[in-house]
């Protein structure tokens, strides 16, 4: 028999709003919105004014209140009432990736020790329903590799930008206006908030508890006008990508970097505020996952999943952290990596392996090597200094390769 859920909201912005839109057209889900709380009294709300409280624990201390739903933006805020709820009995649904990343430690000890259920969909990828996928579907060792775009206004603002023309601050200021960029803009144009997301897919991808602070990543603020044409020259495009790959020595390469992206991948075709997983796997080959990554209903429709499940008692089990081997992140690879710069006494060509092109002649200036990964994440050159680093397409080389490709490049130069 499922349960009947009333509902204590906290947050009534871009999410809030929208959930309690959608709640109102699915009556048959038998769950109840009975109080929102929220930081300013004084906004106008499209919604009666009773239902709203400023006291948070008017919400958390109601014991006919058996569901917290979580969507305000304030990461610590978010977590002390996600805490709270659950030592407090209740079940909670959160969006919060920045506090989810942050915490996620502690949160698995919360539930853990209260056997309380927290779910979290909406928090990555927005509609599309990545993190019961990889949870559920997934639940063998074969996952190759993850490829994905997982943040919506900075795949905007790159189609508005390279496709219709637009300025940064135009497109950015879209972005915000169709309420898709954090209330912090920089958190999406600098990869913080793709990070974020990245660093709990990798949990429930393959057990991986590591910090966001541990995987290497960078936004789009470097992306110059001149990268966009030598990508439309190789008929490539350039998309802020999270990945992930399982490599030989059975660890896993996490990054979230803008990248190369050639025209016939599927990720070429996810545009604006489109999110877009490719995964590849033992048997399947590739699979990929498309749809909205951010926006009221695409972001509220994944909050009112997660409460659908609750009624049916669903957990996330962390299959893979709990029930498998987990996996550990690996340095141990090197990337194939563009970079344009404006003076090449700031790129330190000496930490290349090779260099395998070469324009110096060009207005921006650019060249093509192999670097070692543990070099990018112990260093700041390739974000400062009007650097731009792109990953090429597959831009993974595992280190045995890199061995035989360096001795047969210094062979080729007749020094090996
Ligand atoms: N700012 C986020 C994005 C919202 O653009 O993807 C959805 O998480």
């Known amino acids: 028999m499922h349960q009947q859920l009333n509902i204590g909201l906290f947050g009534f912005g871009v999410v809030g709003e929208g959930l309690y839109k959608v709640l109102q057209q699915t009556p048959s889900l038998k769950a109840e919105i009975k109080k929102v709380c929220i930081k300013n009294p004084g906004k106008k709300r499209n919604a009666p004014e009773s239902l709203f409280t400023t006291n948070k624990d008017e919400l958390l201390n109601d014991p006919t209140i058996n569901v917290i739903v979580e969507v305000i933006d304030d990461a610590d805020a978010a977590f002390e009432i996600v805490s709270t709820a659950l030592r407090n009995g209740k079940q909670v649904v959160s969006a919060s990736k920045k506090m989810i990343a942050e915490h996620l430690p502690a949160l698995l000890e919360l539930q853990n020790t209260t056997g309380q259920s927290l779910l979290y969909e909406a928090a990555a990828c927005a509609s599309i329903p990545v993190i019961r996928n990889l949870e559920e579907y997934y639940d063998n060792d074969l996952l190759h590799s993850i490829k994905a775009i997982v943040n919506g206004s900075t795949n905007f603002i790159l189609t ?156 996330y089990e962390y299959k893979k952290l709990y029930h498998h081997q987990p996996h550990s992140l690996s340095q141990d690879i090197f990337l194939r990596v563009y970079i344009s710069f404006d003076d090449i006494a700031l790129v330190p060509k000496e930490e290349f392996e090779w260099i395998e092109e070469w324009h110096a002649n060009e207005d921006r200036k650019y060249l093509v090597g192999v670097i070692a990964f543990s070099k990018l994440k112990n260093s700041n050159w390739w974000k400062e200094n009007n650097n731009s680093l792109i990953l090429t397409p597959d831009p993974v080389i595992e280190e045995t390769e890199t061995r035989k490709l360096k001795k047969r490049s210094l062979e080729l130069a007749g020094i090996g």
């Open 160 to 315: 508005k930008i390279f496709e219709e023309g637009l300025d940064f601050k135009q497109a950015l200021l879209l972005a915000q206006q169709a309420g898709f960029a954090e209330s912090n803009p920089k958190l999406d144009v600098e990869g913080y908030d793709a990070v974020n997301k990245w660093t709990f897919l990798l949990t429930h991808a393959y057990g991986i508890t590591s910090g966001p602070n541990e995987i290497l990543f960078n936004g789009i603020q470097n992306i110059h006008a001149t990268d966009a044409t030598v990508a439309s020259g190789k008929k490539q495009e350039i998309k802020l990508v999270a990945q992930a790959q399982k490599l030989l020595n059975g660890k896993v390469a996490a990054f979230v970097l803008p990248q190369f992206i050639k025209q016939e991948d599927h990720l070429a075709f996810v545009k604006n505020e489109y999110n877009g997983v490719v995964i590849e796997s033992g048997f399947s080959d590739k699979q990929f996952f498309y749809g909205k990554g951010a926006g009221s209903f695409p972001t509220a429709s994944a909050v009112l999943s997660d409460i659908s499940a609750l009624r049916y008692g669903y957990k």
